[in-house]
Structures are given as C-alpha cells and as structure tokens.
C-alpha cells in the first residue's frame, strides 16, 4: 500500500498541461477582473449598497470604500503575474487573498464559479506550476523543469471532478429529473433563438435538457479521462458550455470550465500548445525542455502533500453538510452552497419587515428599498440567514433612531420551482431573538407540496 | 490528431474572442408556432396603451395651460375654477401614464418632477417669493408638479378671493406659469421621444435579459404598485410605514376631495395594463394576463394566477367602495377601512412579485451581473 502510493508520488509527466492551465487560468481571470470593473459592478455591487450581507463567521470582512477599486486591481494584476509566472508565490497567494477576500465582501454575490476559482487557486498555491514556460523559470535556470510529479496535474482534475459529479449528483433531484424545473421556466422565454428557439417552448424539450445536463455533470470527466472518447468529450464541452452561454448569463463560467477540461488532455497536446503559442510570441521554447525532473521534495511539495488530502477532504465532506438538516434543502438552504449545486432551482421572495414596539405594540412596515438594492432584496427574500442578518440590521437602525423595545417580524412568501407561493419565516418570530449560527433553523415553515 | 486538436483549440479562442455577452439569436422570429410572442405584447403596450395615454394627458396639460392664460387674461372666480378644472382633470390623466417610468421619462426622472408628495409649503412659498428658484434641483422637487400646483390653487390662501389675488400678483405668475410649463414640457418631451423613435426601440428590444423592455417594464410596473400605487397613495398616509397615521401626506391633500378618485385613476391604470386593457378601443389585447393564461396552459401550473391576481383586485376594489372620496377624512374618521384596502393591494404583491416573476421568468431590474 505504501509502496504503492510512494510510486504514484514519483511517478512524472510533463509539466505543460500545468503551465497551459496557469496561463489560461490566469488570462480569464485578468478578463474577468476587467470585465467586472467595465461593467461598473464594483460600485454597484459593493460601494453603492449602504449595508453588506456577511459569511457566518466572516463579519470582519468589510467593503473598504473606493480602495475596493485598488483591491481589484491587485487582484486583476496578480492574476496577470502568476499567468506569465513572473513572481509567482507570492502573485498566486496575493491572487488568492485577494479574490477571496472579494467574494467575502458581500454573499448577495455568491457564485459557484468564484468559489471554484478561490478553490483553484489554493491548490495552485502549492503547485509548482512556475517552473515551466514561465518569466520565473526563464530567469531562474536552476528552477526550470520540464517534468514534474503526475499529482500535481491530478490535484486540479480532482478538484474538477469533484464540482462537476457533486453538480450531476445534485441534479438527481424530483423536481429536475421528474418535472424538468427549473429549466422549464427559464427555456420556455428563449424563444428566439436561433434552431432551437422554435422548440423552446415544448415540454420535451426541458425534459431532455435537464436529463441531458445531469448525465452530462455525472460522465463528461470520465470521458475526458479516457483518451478515446476525449476528443468528442471536449466537443461536447464546447457546445454544452457555448449552449448554455447563449440562454443564461453566466458571464466567464463557460471559458473557466472549457480551461479547466485541457487539464485532462495528454502532454503532447500541450506541449504543441506551448509550441505554438512560442512561435507566436517569439519565445524560445526549447530552452524549456531541458529534461529536467522535479525530484527533490521542497517545503512547497511537502505542505502540499499535507495540505492537499486535507483540503480534498473538506471538499468532499462540505457538501453532504446539508444531510445534517431535516427539510427540503431548496427551502431552508441550510447547507445549500458551496456544494456544486448550480442552476438547481428557481426560487422568488417577498419579505415585508414589521417593526413593533413590545410595550405599546405600536407598529409599522419597513419599505426594503431605503435600504437594499434591488439585488440584495432578491437576494435577500428567498434565504433565511440573509433575513435573520437583515433584520438585526434594521433593529439596530430603529433603535439609533431612538425606537424602543424594538422587535422585528417578518411577513414573507416565497416560491420555489414553480409552486404557488406559501409563508416562508414564522411570522410569530422576533427575528432580534434568534442568531444565525450552523443550528437548524426552526423559524423556517415547513415546504408544502414538497 | 494533431490536425483535429489545433482545429479543436481553434474553435475555442474563436469561440471566446467571439463569445460577447450579448448572444442574442439573429434568426428572424418563429411565428409559426404557438409560442407567447413578447414583441407582439411590447407592440400591443406601446401603441395601444402607453402612447395614446400619454396623447390624452399630453392634450389635458394643452388645455390647463389654455385654462390658466384665460385665467390671466381675466381673472374671476369663473376663470380660476375652468383653472381648477383643467388641472384635476390632468392630474387624473397623470395617474395613466405614472407606471411608464422608462425611456425619456426614466432619463429625466420624470414622476419625481410631477408627483412628489406632500408638497413643501415653506420651499414653494421661498421660491415664489424670492422669484430665485431653479426647478430642475433635485432639492425643488417637492415645491413642483400637481402636488405644488395643488397647493397654489387650493391651499395657500383660505379664500378664493385671497387665492386669485396671491395667483395674479407678479410673484404669484411667474412661478404657477412656471410649474404648468414645466409639467407640460417635460410630458410632451417624453410623448415626443416616444412617437421619434423610442417606441420602435422599445418593441425591438423583445428579448428575456434584465435590460429586456419586457422586464424592465414589467418591473417599472411593480416598483410602481409597490412603492407608489399601494404605500405612497395608501399605506404611508394610513399609517403603515410610520407609528402614527399621517393624513396630511394623501394625494390632493388641498384640493381635498379627489385622493380617492386620483387613487383611483392610478388603480385602473394597474388593471388595465396588466389585463391589456387597450386605451384606445377599450378591447382586450396581448398582456400579462394573457402572458399567464398561456404559460398556466402549457406548462400546466397549478393555479391560473391571472384570475388570482384579479379576484384580489377585485376584492381591493370592494373594499374601496366603501371609502371616503376624501382619504384624509376616511383616516381621522375611520382608519381601519384605510389600513384594510392596504392590506387587500398588499395581498396582491405576493402574487405579483413572487408567483407571477417566477412564472414570467422576469428578471429583477438593473442587475444583470452573472447567475451560475
């Protein structure tokens, strides 16, 4: 056994498929971090909203006013480093903390795509993807490589295996499998497309595309794996990522994935990659294969060692957290992201705050917009930690205002899939008196027609 | 192989270069099939509703610039009431056109220049008198629209005598032409850019994005109910959002006896844009009852929410009947039956915001950052 897995540790490969992934990787990224800036999502998203929904246990994370726009820029700029591998620890962590501390500014934001891309680029910290086809390793002779150890390669397409069989796993649901929702509400609009568009409309349609989706989540890494199918594997890649960009807007998702699915194709077609795109530039290549191998075991390879199978761990162990809850997880999210769990479901709210007073039971409601944007109150009303967190927010307000004995209930709807409406939160609750925390939370009604 | 990866890689960066992030189809619309056809319904909005409603109300501020020279040109008791006349009548065709919050009339903001309520007597009374006043500020929208003109004609004065005589004193002239003017020209601004070319734009922008006409203009729709239709005409004067009543911030708060009729005028607005009603031949044409009824028929949703929508309208509408003409006296008199027409409106957002942009797949405004 040990034997064994001390000979998968030495075993080698070509260090291009991680020198193509850290360019590329790096290259979206770049894009995304202008994209994000053009598009005036900084101000909209973090500098105009008066009041910012946290992570549990990551309150501390403030938005820091206009040098938000200085955060995105290191962050923009040390993706641009660690692509071209100039400096690359230090770009790489940098990259990490600041991207992370991004998407810990405000969950309103929370996508599945930025926690794959923190994820990313942890493991891409212990990696030593600088050591090839790199500004590091092209100054820096004594580091160069043109071998490294297989699993540092198998790391990332672990980590790709995991978002996308957890995401087929997830799709194994009633209302996916049974009664094609949510796709259904969301295909049938996209009537003009083109080809399709005609079928849009159809039930068979979002029957085969929810059917399509999961057992495309469940094998496509399979099928990347086995070098006979990878071919038509990857173009199926292609027309599922480039179909789904047509219909929804998904922003970068689809060229991240597309990325991710070249780290399953062979050295020589990264090698060539890297040929190639030398002969573009102008950079001699050659001087890259030099034949090294990367033996020795350095300070970066043993934490990665240590680090990594506990890592992989928790990745595997976060998303059956939600089994701990009773309830339809669609319903009371508790446990409901960072599990892969992606265009699952279509879920719209209302909640109407009332604040009253416990002594004169004087009472009044609260109008959502003097204080939220429009996206947080979407976001806002399908989920209870937002309303529990919303809600001390207000009864802070009302009491500087200099309101007494303040309690705040809520009146709230919501609906999920396609269901009738019905009551959300327990409209008997003082929201003040209950806290978010990983308990159940009880003042979640129970789904009706589950 | 090798041929077929560098041709794979090829479609890639092709794809991403390409890959914009409007994919929106080219191909001409199907009409074949029996899909909801969105631009038909942008069509049906813009000219058989929203056009011909501002046309009516643009024709009204016509007449109440007319009523108020007369008034200069002779001023009576006679001539200040055609004035009076003239600026309910338009007052009540604002109430058709307020929902339209897009295009020229977002751009300029136009409901915060019309219909901020209640009207700030002291700021009014500064500018007037100091003739020094710049009513593009947003710091003069209170002191502007109909709820300054309410207060010029009915409220600043205690007698009619004392009125006319404030109205034609040089002061008082120059800013009441100033406020007719003003709303005249800023709703035949957006008249005008509606027939100049908006309306084609408006009808071609018939996609399902968040910058789509059909979700902006179905979420201008449900701001408005919201925010200026259930809490600005109902809910804040009864009370609702504050811990005592607030009669004095019911609209025509001067002119007393119209806020139920001017809540009125904004309430059939609602109905009839949600059920197609069409302003000019009064038929039924293609909107968002009809936008429900068909998605309730093909996807076979459990209950057919138009009819739900309507029932609780229907029920907001009884519950009106037996409200005061004069909301400020049906709150001192009897604030029950005031909070109990909120609730009834309130009832219908659930519908609307929850169950209806669910089954619309409407996308909520102004965010068009990523999903996954």
């Known amino acids: 056994m040990s034997i064994s897995i001390q000979t998968y540790l030495h075993k080698q490969t070509k260090a291009a498929p991680l020198a193509v992934f850290r360019v590329l990787f790096g290259l979206l990224l770049v894009v995304s971090m202008i994209r994000f800036w053009y598009y005036g999502w900084i101000e909209k998203l973090y500098l105009l909203p008066n009041f910012h929904f946290h992570y549990y246990g990551f309150e501390w994370v403030q938005v820091p006013g206009n040098w938000t726009y200085a955060l995105f820029f290191i962050c923009g700029l040390s993706a641009l480093f660690f692509a071209i591998g100039f400096k690359y620890r230090i770009s790489i962590l940098v990259f990490f903390l600041s991207f992370t501390y991004i998407e810990l500014m405000d969950k309103t934001t929370y996508l599945n795509h930025y926690y794959f891309v923190s994820l990313m680029a942890f493991i891409l910290m212990w990696l030593p993807a600088h050591r090839h086809f790199s500004v590091d390793s092209f100054l820096n002779k004594s580091i160069r490589v043109e071998f490294i150890p297989k699993w540092n390669i198998d790391a990332l397409r672990l980590m790709i295996s995991i978002v996308y069989i957890s995401a087929g796993l997830a799709k194994l649901n009633g209302d996916w499998m049974y009664k094609a929702l949510p796709l259904g509400i969301w295909l049938r609009d996209k009537i003009d497309m083109p080809i399709i568009g005609q079928f849009m409309d159809e039930r068979w349609l979002h029957y085969l595309f929810s059917w399509g989706g999961a057992v495309y989540d469940l094998f496509i890494v399979f099928l990347l794996l086995w070098s006979r199918t990878r071919v038509i594997a990857f173009i199926v890649v292609l027309l599922f990522h480039f179909l789904t960009k047509a219909m929804f807007p998904i922003g970068m998702f689809p060229y991240l994935m597309i990325v991710a699915s070249l780290l399953f194709f062979s050295n020589s077609f990264h090698t060539r990659l890297l040929k190639g795109i030398s002969k573009v530039f102008r950079i001699p290549y050659e001087a890259f294969c030099n034949g090294m191998k990367l033996t020795a075991s350095t300070f970066f390879s043993r934490a990665a060692l240590l680090i990594l199978p506990l890592f992989f761990l928790t990745q595997l162990l976060v998303p059956l957290r939600s089994h701990l809850y009773a309830g339809n997880l669609f319903w009371t999210e508790q446990g409901y992201r960072f599990s892969w769990r992606v265009m699952l479901m279509e879920k719209t709210g209302y909640a109407n705050f009332k604040v009253v007073d416990r002594v004169s039971g004087k009472q009044f409601y609260v109008q959502n917009e003097d204080f939220l944007t429009a996206f947080q109150q979407k976001q806002m009303s399908t989920q209870p930690d937002f309303i529990v967190e919303y809600a001390h927010y207000l009864g802070d307000h009302f009491k500087s205002q200099g309101h007494q004995n303040v309690q705040i209930f809520v009146e709230s709807y919501a609906s999920l899939n396609g269901r009738l409406s019905q009551p959300f939160i327990d409209p008997t609750v003082d929201l003040l008196t209950v806290k978010n925390s990983f308990k159940a939370k009880s003042f979640i009604l129970p789904l009706r027609n589950d | ?372």
């Open chain 2, 1 to 372: 192989m090798s041929k077929l990866h560098f041709l794979l890689c090829l479609i890639f960066f092709f794809a991403v270069a390409c890959g914009g992030d409007n994919m929106e189809g080219e191909g001409p619309p199907e009409t074949e099939n029996n899909s909801f056809n969105r631009g038909e319904m942008l069509a049906f909005w813009a000219d058989d509703i929203i056009i011909p409603a501002y046309s009516d109300h643009v024709e009204g501020l016509d007449i109440l610039l007319e009523s108020m020279n007369a008034f200069y040109a002779n001023p009576s008791q006679s001539s200040l009431n055609d004035f009076r006349d003239a600026y309910l009548s338009s007052y009540q065709t604002w109430q058709q056109v307020s929902i339209f919050e897009i295009g020229k009339a977002e751009e300029i903001g136009l409901r915060n220049f019309m219909n901020i309520y209640p009207a700030n007597e002291e700021l009014i009374e500064n500018n007037l008198n100091s003739q020094d006043f710049n009513l593009v500020l947003p710091s003069n929208f209170a002191a502007q629209g109909f709820p300054a003109l309410d207060y010029l004609l009915y409220g600043i004065e205690d007698t009619d005598e004392t009125i006319i005589q404030l109205l034609t004193s040089e002061n008082g002239r120059v800013y009441t032409e100033a406020l007719v003017n003003r709303i005249r020209d800023l709703n035949t601004e957006v008249l005008t850019d509606w027939n100049d070319g908006f309306r084609d734009e408006f009808v071609s922008n018939d996609g399902s994005s968040a910058t789509a006409s059909t979700d902006k203009l179905v979420n201008d729709f449900l701001f408005y109910y919201e925010r200026f239709l259930r809490a600005a005409k109902v809910g804040i004067p009864a009370g609702k959002f504050s811990t005592n009543t607030e009669p004095s911030r019911v609209e025509g708060f001067y002119s007393m006896n119209f806020s139920k009729q001017l809540f009125q005028g904004g309430f059939s607005a609602v109905q009839d844009f949600f059920n197609g009603i069409s302003f000019r031949t009064g038929r039924q044409g293609i909107s968002l009852r009809q936008y429900l009824e068909h998605i309730h028929m093909t996807a076979d949703t459990e209950v057919d929410l138009a009819a739900a929508i309507n029932e609780q309208w229907q029920s907001a509408e009884s519950q009106l009947v037996g409200v005061n003409n004069n909301f400020q006296e049906q709150i001192l008199e009897d604030n029950p039956a005031m909070e109990a027409l909120y609730y009834e409106l309130q009832d219908a957002v659930v519908l609307l915001k929850v169950d209806m942009l669910q089954a619309l797949n409407i996308q909520v405004d102004f965010v068009d950052a990523d999903g996954d």
